[in-house]
């Protein structure tokens, strides 16, 4: 491996770490007798996780893997897989046009980019259940036993194959105690919510929960509507109820059996995007908007967006799941365990897609014209038993994906005039420099109608209406066989194997339409150079009377130039009519294997080697490009073959887990090397998403945390990591878009987008008692991320500078938690920052130069503050 010199001192400070693991066995051998089993106080050596699929002491799992209990997701406010960063290193999650395009990263990887079509790097993984996408699992949570973040490829343990990681969700199981709970907030931006558990026995042998919550919120994006239609001056609110219910059964001593079935509603406004850059697009925009249609200057932390169009977003998650765990006579008592499950996944999203209040493109938010939809079927089956020497586990997951898309594209009045002057004054002002040695004028008079001159076709009529209307439809199935085994080799040395056979086959039908007929496209189609020559000589070019050569070297540059405008994939003719269809299948292997060897109760050290597999897919957009092939440069020309391969990535781990303070502190740290060949890249060029398979991304470096619960200080919990991941692409990419020049150019060598090098968090909680009987309890975390680009492109203008994000929250209430109020703020000093940084469509024509002042930039940007109340009672 090219190791670089930070490289080789990580790893020099890991090996000190490790070597540091025996202070621990000094400092304790002089203790006090050992105490009784009800006298021992609990420690945090004690952790559980399910990390392999059995449960096991957290520091005993060779696995990098972050470990959230209850009580501190309760504290830091954790509700969905996006809080969820805040608590852990190398965790970024950012959505954009809606809460439904949700991306989890882990070590600087993820998926990037909003296709549904590209399956997710990291995994979300809920009462285990794998969900299709990371949106998918984007959504309160409910009542949490805890959170468990596993950082590289966990293909041999998990049911699907991820190639960064896996988000592992495990909520409260029923219990045979009556119990409830109840709590109601209020915060600002009228912010109210109400939720209740309640858990009770059956019978003897039944148990039974139920969660509910109703969550609503004004926006805290203020939005200038300009002419409408939209009415709604806010965007980013919520609105959204959930219900969730769980079953026990256990009619047999080794046997019980575990329903869940729930179903969320949103009905929201979400999201408007704000301008970073605006650049030399602006007066026009701001013209035809009827004056302030876009922010001029640029101001995106005044939290004012621009949009005359609706971003309403209507989702809706639904699912059953029944786990059986059956403790069988075979193998020595091996358990059996099956996960069948069966979800619907269903969103309905408005957008507008300028993010200005000209009127340009837009979705309606209609089921017909904008809707993202899976069914999903799994089953897993896993036999896991132990002997003296050897824990094993084998098993085998299908899933029967059905993935439903409708997309559209409709055309504002705006977009002719819009898109006609900026042509228009292209091409006319580079004529009329050209021509000036000749003494030709050209008119320059009122661009607007230059396409339309173009076309032959009356002013207004080229561009309107309905000009897209697609819809995709793919089955994916996939099965996997799995098995993953440690042989106790010595009472200090384990060795693991795992492997996975999986096998995917994805099959795409597409149908695409031109409701609108493309009349502006189709003209120019018939004859490009003719119809220029003709839009020319009624701007006073006399092109049929200019040398042969010269009108062969003005039409050849123009005409395609000009088509190429008109022909933009939502207004293209040669898409009317389209009906494809493509098929893929992969067959592949992937596996672990691990070494730990624990050199006494306190210290483990582990080295593994992974590999790991995403499968490919197909774009679920428009593509079109000079050849007809996805790798060709910019044109007109359908592209029929939308495939994309799988991914891969080869992983390296050298780990320490160390105990100290009497179990009461563990710190931890790995160094990592991954690298990813075919990294799938989902990149907005300003006009459609392009998917870009990356030869290699290498991600390496050092992830460390620690957990101490001081015994000077009782009631004191700290928690933190801190990683350092230096996360590259190749320093050869073919293609034209990597070349000089080309959209993508600044991904070579440099380091990848959404990857900061840096990230650290730190989370400090104390607990005390005063009066009779009651308690108080105070919670601060915060998260660090050095710089980093937000855009998948790396435009200068999208880098994002350092940043940290500190929640608190502060309660009172009854010693036994009969009753609490908690006084809470995230990102209590209001920190501004992008989420994700993208071109300005239609509005980012420069060069992808940096600086180009033709060129806008838009972001969608991260919360400011929230703070309020919560009154919590349970008994």
């Not at 596996?591 to 306190?602: F, I, L, M, Q, S």
């Not at 398979?693 to 101490?708: C, F, N, R, T, Y």
């Not at 009631?715 to 993508?744: E, K, N, R, S, V």
């Not at 680009?789 to 200068?796: A, Q």
Request: proline residues 4%.
């Amino acid at each position: 491996m090219n190791m670089k010199p930070t490289r080789s001192m990580l790893a020099s400070a890991v090996l000190v770490a490790l070597a540091m693991g025996a202070a621990p066995v000094a400092a304790q051998e002089a203790e006090a007798p050992a105490a009784t089993e009800e006298q021992r106080p609990t420690t945090l050596s004690g952790l559980t996780v399910t990390a392999q699929k059995r449960e096991e002491q957290l520091q005993d799992v060779p696995v990098a893997v972050t470990a959230l209990d209850e009580q501190l997701l309760q504290d830091t406010g954790i509700r969905d897989i996006k809080d969820l960063q805040v608590l852990v290193p190398g965790l970024t999650v950012t959505s954009t046009q809606n809460e439904a395009i949700t991306t989890a990263r882990i070590r600087g990887i993820g998926t990037v980019g909003d296709n549904v079509g590209l399956e997710s790097s990291v995994g979300v993984v809920i009462d285990g259940v794998y969900r299709s996408r990371n949106s998918v699992g984007f959504g309160d949570l409910g009542e949490l036993e805890r959170i468990e973040v596993l950082k590289g490829p966990q293909g041999t343990v998990f049911g699907k194959n991820t190639s960064a990681g896996v988000i592992n969700v495990v909520t409260r199981r029923p219990s045979y105690t009556q119990s409830a709970e109840a709590e109601v907030t209020a915060g600002n931006y009228g912010a109210m919510g109400v939720a209740g558990y309640y858990n009770d026995a059956l019978s003897d042998n039944a148990a039974f929960s139920v969660y509910a919550a109703k969550r609503k919120r004004d926006g805290w994006m203020d939005v200038v509507t300009g002419k409408g239609p939209r009415t709604e001056t806010e965007d980013y609110d919520q609105n959204y109820h959930l219900l969730r219910g769980q079953l026990l059964l256990e009619p047999t001593d080794n046997v019980d059996v575990t329903f869940i079935a729930d179903y969320t509603s949103r009905e929201e406004n979400c999201c408007t995007a704000v301008q970073l850059v605006t650049g030399g697009t602006a007066p026009v925009i701001n013209a035809l908007g009827g004056g302030n249609a876009i922010a001029i200057p640029a101001d995106p932390f005044a939290r004012v967006a621009y949009s005359n169009r609706s971003t309403e977003q209507d989702i809706k998650d639904k699912g059953i799941s029944m786990q059986v765990d059956w403790e069988s006579p075979w193998f020595g008592g091996a358990t059996l365990t099956s996960i069948t499950a069966s979800r619907d996944w269903q969103s309905i999203n408005g957008l507008d897609f300028d993010f200005t209040t000209a009127d340009l493109l837009y979705r309606e938010a209609d089921a017909d014209e904008s809707f993202s939809g899976f069914e999903n079927f799994s089953q897993e089956f896993r036999l896991t038993g132990a002997s003296d020497s050897v824990d094993w586990m084998v098993g085998l997951f299908y899933s029967d994906e059905d993935l439903t898309r409708n997309d559209s594209y409709r055309i504002g009045a705006d977009y002719e005039p819009y898109l006609s002057t900026l042509v228009g004054s292209q091409v006319l002002g580079g004529l009329a420099q050209q021509l000036a040695p000749f003494d030709i004028d050209v008119d320059m008079s009122n661009p607007a109608l230059f396409m339309s001159q173009v076309s032959g076709q009356p002013f207004g009529s080229n561009f309107a209406g309905l000009g897209a209307h697609d819809r995709y439809k793919q089955d994916a199935r996939s099965l996997g066989l799995f098995t993953n085994n440690t042989w106790h080799a010595t009472d200090a040395l384990d060795l693991t194997l795992g492997l996975r056979y999986t096998t995917e086959k994805k099959e795409l039908s597409s149908v695409y339409s031109n409701p609108n007929g493309s009349v502006g496209c189709g003209s120019v189609l018939a004859n490009p150079a003719g119809r220029v020559a003709a839009a020319l000589m009624a701007r006073g070019v006399p092109i049929t009377s200019l040398p042969p050569e010269l009108q062969a070297q003005i039409l050849g540059a123009v005409a395609p130039q000009v088509a190429g405008y008109m022909c933009l994939p939502w207004a293209n003719a040669l898409h009317n009519g389209r009906v494809t269809d493509q098929d893929r299948e992969e067959k592949e292997w992937s596996g672990t294997v691990k070494a730990a060897y624990r050199w006494n109760e306190h210290v483990m050290t582990y080295a593994s080697a992974a590999r790991g597999y995403k499968a490919g897919g197909f774009n679920l957009d428009r593509v079109q490009s000079s050849n007809g092939l996805s790798s060709g440069g910019s044109g007109i020309t359908p592209v029929d073959d939308t495939s994309f391969p799988g991914e891969f990535v080869d992983s390296f781990e050298l780990g320490a887990k160390t105990t100290w303070a009497d179990g009461n502190l563990l710190l931890n740290a790995t160094l990592f090397h991954q690298t990813y060949e075919d990294f799938q890249l989902n990149s907005f060029l300003g006009t459609s998403f392009v998917v870009r398979s990356i030869p290699e991304v290498v991600s390496q470096g050092v992830d460390a945390e620690l957990m101490w619960q001081p015994a000077a200080v009782d009631g004191l919990m700290l928690q933190g990591g801190l990683m350092y991941a230096d996360t590259t692409y190749a320093d050869d990419i073919p293609g034209a878009d990597f070349a000089p020049g080309g959209q993508l150019y600044k991904l070579p060598g440099n380091q990848a987008s959404f990857a900061p090098e840096w990230s650290g968090t730190a989370s400090a909680t104390y607990e005390w008692g005063f009066g009779a009987d009651l308690v108080g309890r105070f919670n601060i975390g915060a998260k660090y991320m050095s710089d980093y680009n937000t855009g998948s492109d790396l435009d200068d203008e999208k880098h994002q500078d350092a940043f940290t994000v500190f929640n608190a929250r502060l309660g009172f209430g009854a010693a036994d938690r009969s009753w609490m109020v908690e006084l809470w703020g995230q990102n209590i000093f209001d920190e501004d920052y992008v989420q994700v940084g993208f071109d300005g469509p239609l509005q980012a024509i420069g060069s992808p130069e940096p600086g180009d002042p033709m060129n806008t930039y838009n972001a969608f940007l991260g919360a400011p503050a929230m703070y309020g109340v919560t009154f919590r009672m349970r008994y």
